[in-house]
């Protein structure tokens, strides 16, 4: 694959990875995964 070609795909794959985080994020499943991630990390530590 050429240079050009790999630039316009890694600008392709890019853009596609914000608009799904920017989906994800109105969404309301960025708190979703946080309290996720706290509840792990508190058993992780033995806490819960």
Known sequence: ?????????????????IAFVAAGVT????????QKAVVICMECIGLG
């Not at 694959?1 to 990875?17: C, P, Q, T, W």
């Not at 969404?27 to 946080?34: D, H, M, N, P």
């Open 1 to 17: 694959m050429r240079s050009a070609g790999r630039s316009i795909l890694a600008a392709a794959v890019l853009l596609a990875g």
């Open 27 to 34: 969404r309301g499943e960025a708190a979703v995964v946080l």
